[in-house]
């Protein structure tokens, strides 16, 4: 048996409660949090989609790390056999398990993470398709970072988030750092504007928990010292 | 404020931003003090000497380490920062985080060993 | 952003200075630290003078921006009115420092 402790409340406040589930071979987090909805507490509320860490929807914090649940199998993080399970810090609970990401991708949109086409600001398809060299230092430097698929593991996992309420944090500021690489993207100007000071990326410590914690290993912390550096030599108008 | 978890910072970088931000602090609350101690030499030679021969107490020689110590790790620290920032060199960044450490260690030991 | 430039440029600035500074300490303390050895060293020169100006103005200036991050982010004290105040705070120490520097240097 597993002994799980599951953070039980909503947003007024909550719990742990505890149960306990029979261990079997290769069982994911996910599959324990199932089993304690469909066999144990058919109330319990938490989120998943596609199960094979592709949607991003199933991250929680077990034993105190943010983590996806369908790609962690208990036997690499149970200790003593045991797990704890909390929703996913730095966003406010709706209920159990399940937080509102509304914030997360707020802070994408205020971030300017929406892509724009330079070649057609009116939505239009253009004529020609764009060329970019996938070896392009800019277009690696995009590659890096576009594979995010917006699961808030970074953004649980960011110390800064918790102590500054207005910054963007990791995922917005990754995502705005690869559009800024983007040479099809018009927005290059207005997106910098939008992600200095001190609610963007000049919050950052490069405390790196961002990176350490990403399950598709990409670099925020990295993509944030880019934009940083990228606002520094804007300041004696170089762009480059 | 609650006592921080230390599962999801136990990794060197953060450890890394934990030292440079407490060294920073103390580093900028004994500035006002030094300058002060400094500021003696107004007063001639005599008030500057006779302050420095107060420093002379063991508990202050371990004081004036401990700062040396923190001056160091937080320089080299910060040559950490922005070889991130500016140069982009992320891949080794936990090789430079051992190395912070190292100058720091080896700063005091050089200042104890001259001080002696 | 403005800070955040003025914090990089002076530590730009510091980390040579401090380079130099700890140095200084590990030659200047064999032997025991006197008034005199210091004063011998800093008196009438207006190399050092300049160099300790520089620093001073650096380390004020980055000591209160760094303060100002830490009393952000683990007190809460944000807003156009703290960052004047921080600003100020570290004009006044560079000043204190700079006028220390001065005594050295008359000394």
């Known amino acids: 048996m597993i002994e799980v402790q599951v953070w039980r409340g909503d947003a007024s406040g909550g719990g742990l409660a505890r149960y306990a589930v029979p261990a079997r071979a290769n069982q994911t987090v996910l599959d324990v949090v199932t089993h304690i909805q469909r066999e144990i507490e058919p109330d319990l509320a938490y989120r998943f989609a596609c199960r094979v860490g592709m949607c991003g929807s199933c991250a929680m914090v077990v034993n105190g790390r943010a983590r996806w649940t369908c790609r962690t199998h208990v036997s690499k993080v149970a200790q003593d056999g045991k797990l704890e399970l909390r929703p996913l810090s730095n966003l406010p609970v709706i209920r159990d398990l399940a937080t509102d990401m509304a914030p997360f991708f707020d802070r994408w949109a205020r971030a300017r993470g929406q892509f724009q086409p330079k070649d057609s600001a009116d939505g239009a398809v253009p004529d020609e398709f764009a060329v970019v060299p996938p070896a392009s230092a800019k277009r690696q430097a995009a590659d890096a970072g576009i594979e995010c698929i917006g699961c808030g593991v970074c953004h649980a996992s960011c110390d800064i988030v918790a102590w500054n309420p207005d910054y963007l944090g990791p995922a917005a500021l990754n995502r705005a750092w690869t559009l800024v690489n983007d040479v099809r993207d018009g927005a290059r100007r207005e997106r910098l504007d939008a992600v200095a000071g001190d609610a963007g990326c000049h919050a950052c410590h490069s405390t790196q928990s961002c990176t350490e914690r990403c399950p598709k290993g990409i670099d925020p912390s990295g993509a944030i010292a880019g934009l940083k550096r990228t606002l520094f030599w804007r300041v004696f108008g170089l762009d480059r | 404020m609650r006592a921080p978890d230390p599962r999801p910072r136990s990794h060197p970088a953060y450890l890394a931003f934990l030292v440079h931000r407490l060294s920073g602090l103390l580093l900028a609350l004994f500035l006002p003090l030094h300058f002060w101690a400094l500021s003696h030499a107004i007063r001639g030679e005599a008030a500057l000497e006779g302050f420095l021969r107060w420093t002379d107490h063991p508990l202050l020689k371990a004081a004036e380490t401990a700062l040396v110590v923190l001056l160091a790790a937080h320089l080299a620290g910060g040559l950490r920062v922005l070889a991130l920032e500016f140069l982009g060199w992320r891949a080794q960044q936990k090789t430079l985080v051992a190395a912070s450490a190292g100058v720091a260690l080896g700063a005091g030991l050089l200042f104890l060993l001259n001080a002696g | ?107």
Request: hydrophobic share 65%.
């Open chain 3, 1 to 107: 952003m403005t800070l955040w430039v003025v914090q990089r440029a002076t530590a730009a600035v510091l980390a040579v200075a401090v380079v130099v500074h700890l140095a200084t300490i590990l030659v200047a303390v064999r032997g025991g630290l006197s008034a005199a050895e210091i004063i011998g060293r800093l008196g009438g020169s207006e190399a050092w003078l300049a160099f300790y100006a520089t620093f001073a103005l650096a380390a004020g200036l980055h000591g209160a921006i760094g303060l100002r991050a830490i009393a952000a982010e683990w007190l809460g004290w944000r807003g156009r009115g703290f960052d004047l105040a921080w600003v100020a705070i570290g004009l006044a120490t560079a000043a204190f420092g700079i006028r220390a520097a001065i005594g050295l240097y008359a000394a």
